[in-house]
């Protein structure tokens, strides 16, 4: 099964992590600061910002890209409830 | 002191018409008033047009439409200017529309979103400013400057520029009703203006140094708030004394290289103790860490609120009593909203006899506080044995290490998080 590094950059901490799966999964195990709310892409709470590696993340859904328009987020911000790691290396500001 | 009054005159072709709430004793759950609030709405009128600076609440609308109209006329109106959308600033608007359909509405990028969600009316028109952008009302010029954040999103200030009236929302505003209105003439108001600043502001003093960085160098002849009196004598000593405010109450001492970890406990039976020790211990074992152990038993009034302000990282232990954590460690949990914590570590631990929840729902607690977790939290059945206090000892440790960036950039897999998770439920 391909594989993604994700890494935590306040944390220092890198997991290796099966592709598909969703950064807000990431985020809990290891107790980074993303917060959530819905987990179901609406409010926005989880928007995340990807350092680098957006080309390794899944494409935004019309619904997250609605929530991120709304919320007047940045190309590099994701919510991380809903986007997911394909592969390659990932560093998020978390 | 509270009879109103007609629409005042603030300055040259400036009128106060806002409205006066003496019997207001709590505001919006939150604050507490010893004498009520004034909902400040103010009419500038140009050569070229009449403007209207923010409304006020829907309940207090007739006598803001009374003052207004002895002022101007609805047809007049060519700019309404809302630097604030909460309620009571923006309760009157859709009437006010409705009467002046002509005017123009400007607000920040951020309020348009609140705007559509607070005020229903359909097709709502509206236009966005930004720091920079003005509105000429012929002789008189309209200028406006974002201040994000005091206290939401969409906050700014409007400055009359040939005036120096700065309107400026909730910032430099205060929950006091007097009907004499100007700072120079109603009561002793420094209470409530600090006791504002402090329930309001202060989670947003980041936000309240860069607007003062902003609004200082235009030297306001006259701020005019959105709450309290209108500050016309020194107004530019409470733009310093926000910058005092926006000091932390409690300067952190470690010095400039040493972080600050506060390990708070509570204990029924002596065994959270126990552990809170060994977390302290483990934790001064790093260099560049001072470690603070506070118990929470008998502390209701003390300032940890302030001490967590300026503090690096904060532990919490707490036995787990029916299910949860005790409500000494909830309350402080609780205040926190008074301060910015994002960003700063936290972590859990403590004893249980059967079911041992509270250290999750402490962890829960401090993410969504947006506090980074980086170290699981220690449990221990009653009696810690010299295993579980080894254990806490490293929790210190690591969280200590996790302060001082001393922590080696490890790789974890997925699976093993998952079966640590597994061994520890």
């Known amino acids: 099964m391909p594989k993604a590094n994700v890494t935590f950059e306040k944390t220092g901490l890198t997991v290796n992590v099966p592709a598909g799966t ?12 993303i917060t959530y709310g819905c987990r179901e892409g609406e409010c926005g709470s989880c ?7 957006m080309e390794h993340m899944s494409e935004r ?25 394909l592969g390659g290396d990932i560093v998020v500001k978390a | 002191m509270t009879r109103a009054p007609d629409a005042v005159e603030i300055a040259p072709g ?44 829907a309940a207090h609308a007739d006598e803001f439409f009374k003052r207004l109209e002895q002022v101007a006329r609805y047809d007049e109106i060519s700019v309404i200017v809302l630097n604030h959308l909460e309620p009571d600033h ?32 359909a097709n709502l028109e509206y236009n966005v400013v930004q720091t920079g952008d003005h509105v000429s009302l012929g002789d008189r010029t309209l200028r406006f400057f974002s201040t994000p954040f005091l206290h939401w999103p969409d906050t700014q200030c409007t400055l009359i520029e040939e005036q120096g009236i700065l309107f400026s929302g909730d910032v430099f505003g205060c929950h006091f009703c007097d009907a004499r209105l100007f700072n120079d003439k109603v009561g002793d108001f420094r209470f409530s203006f600090e006791y504002y600043y402090q329930h309001i502001m202060r989670p947003f003093r980041e936000y309240v140094l860069e607007a003062l960085s902003l609004l200082e160098p235009l030297e306001p002849k006259l701020i005019a708030p959105a709450h309290g009196p209108i500050l016309r004598d020194a107004p530019q000593s409470y733009m310093q004394r926000y910058r005092q405010l926006a000091a932390p109450l409690l300067h952190n001492e470690a010095g400039a290289n040493t972080k600050s970890l506060l390990v708070f406990y509570i204990s029924s039976y002596g065994n959270t103790a126990l552990m809170a020790q060994a977390v302290a211990e483990g934790a001064e074992t790093e260099e560049g860490v001072r470690v603070s152990l506070y118990d929470l038993q008998s502390s209701g009034d003390l300032p940890f609120v302030d001490l967590i302000e300026e503090a690096d990282g904060i532990a919490f232990g707490s036995p787990t009593i029916n299910g949860d954590a005790v409500k000494p460690v909830w309350d402080l949990l609780s205040s926190l909203a008074l301060i910015k914590v994002s960003d700063k570590l936290g972590a ?8 041992g929840e509270a250290i999750n729902m402490i962890e829960d607690r401090l993410r969504g506080l947006k506090l980074r977790v980086p170290v699981k939290g220690v449990r221990a059945r009653l009696i810690p044995t010299e295993e579980e206090l080894g254990k806490c000892r490293d929790l210190g440790k690591q969280l200590a290490q996790h302060l001082t960036g001393n922590i080696e950039r490890r790789v974890i897999s997925m699976t093993d998080l998952l079966t640590q998770e597994q061994a520890h439920a």
């Open chain 1, 22 to 33: 969703r950064l807000i999964e990431i985020s809990e195990k290891v107790g980074a600061s």
């Open chain 1, 47 to 53: 928007i995340t910002k990807i350092v680098s590696g």
């Open chain 1, 61 to 85: 859904s019309v619904l997250e890209d609605k929530v991120l328009q709304e919320n007047m987020a940045g190309r590099d911000n994701r919510l991380a409830c809903q986007a997911q790691v």
């Open chain 2, 14 to 57: 400036t009128h106060w018409i806002g409205a006066l709430d003496p019997a207001l004793r709590e505001f919006d759950i939150i604050l507490k008033t010893a004498n009520g609030t004034t909902y400040n709405s103010y009419c500038v009128r140009g050569s070229d047009g009449v403007a209207i600076i923010d409304t006020v609440k």
């Open chain 2, 90 to 121: 923006s309760g009157a608007l859709p009437e006010l529309m409705r009467r002046a359909p002509q005017a123009k509405l400007y607000i920040s990028a951020k309020a348009q979103l609140m705007l559509k969600a607070l005020v229903r009316v």
């Open chain 2, 348 to 355: 859990a631990f403590g004893s249980y006899g059967w079911s």
